[in-house]
């Protein structure tokens, strides 16, 4: 009898043990695959050719050298993450479009997610016409719970939206940049008139960041409501100081190789950093 106790016991507290949920800030394993959701940016629209996208340099899922995207970092430790880098992202995308790429994210059943998306959310034809706030965060969390549903075990890395108004400052006394915004009416919600100083356009400018800042509140908060899987980059791509030298002069908005290589090294140790 005193053998039989002791047998449960010991099956108890094994079960225990299985049963206790991981410890708050506790690093998921390495993964074996990973996918990257999001938009241009993402896809290295403009990093190796004239308006195309340039898989192979973009910061998460790409495999070129010199980006040293979180894929490359990862494969370095895990070798059984070779071949498993997946690019779902699509140039153009909103937050509207992420649950549609969270699904197939989903189908392809990935240990890892990364997500970058609200820039055209915010770059947009005018100031009335970007995202609001609270739309922006229903369809953030509708990605999210088809994402925890159908991979409750993936982490989950969410990139920060970069700061537009950055952009608008290193670019404004720059002729062909001012060139590039016009021509292609690019992020003129931002962007139009670039070099005025009338109150209007200053007050417009200070609007489009305060929603870039909003957006970035809303990740921020629907990741710590995710649970541990999920890891916010703790504002570090808004924050960080982009120089026009790794902006591509294709349209001197998105990211060129340079760009691309400085968005994997500020996101990679703010996210799991395996």
């Not at 991979?151 to 002729?175: C, E, H, M, T």
């Not at 990741?223 to 570090?236: L, R």
Request: aromatic share 10%; proline share 4%.
């Amino acid at each position: 009898m005193r053998r039989l106790l002791c047998g449960l016991a010991a099956v108890i507290t094994m079960v225990g043990v299985l049963a206790m949920p991981s410890p708050a800030g506790a690093v998921p394993p390495i993964p074996n695959s990973m996918a990257s959701l999001g938009d241009s940016i993402t896809r290295g629209f403009n990093a190796c050719g004239w308006f195309a996208d340039c898989t192979a340099r973009s910061w998460s899922t790409g495999d070129y050298a010199s980006v040293n995207s979180h894929y490359l970092r990862i494969n370095a430790k895990n070798a059984a993450i070779a071949g498993h880098n997946l690019n779902d992202a699509v140039t153009g995308a909103k937050m509207a479009d992420l649950n549609g790429q969270a699904q197939t994210a989903v189908g392809q059943g990935v240990e890892y997610v990364t997500i970058l998306m609200g820039a055209n959310d915010a770059c947009t034809s005018s100031e009335s016409t970007m995202t609001a706030v609270s739309t922006y965060r229903s369809q953030l969390d509708a990605a999210l719970n088809t994402i925890k549903s159908g991979l409750p075990n993936a982490a989950v890395f969410i990139a920060s939206v970069p700061d537009v108004q950055r952009l608008w400052f290193i670019g404004k006394d720059n002729s062909s940049a001012r060139s590039a915004w016009s021509g292609f009416k690019i992020c003129q919600s931002m962007l139009a008139n670039p070099q005025s100083t009338a109150q209007a356009d200053v007050d417009r400018r200070a609007r489009v960041r305060q929603r870039v800042v909003d957006f970035n509140t809303q990740l921020a908060q629907a990741c710590t409501a995710y649970g541990a899987n999920c890891k916010f980059d703790g504002n570090a791509v808004f924050n960080y100081q982009f120089v026009l030298s790794q902006v591509s002069t294709w349209d001197y908005f998105h990211p060129n190789p340079a760009g691309q290589q400085v968005l994997a090294s500020v996101t990679y140790p703010a996210g799991f950093n395996w």
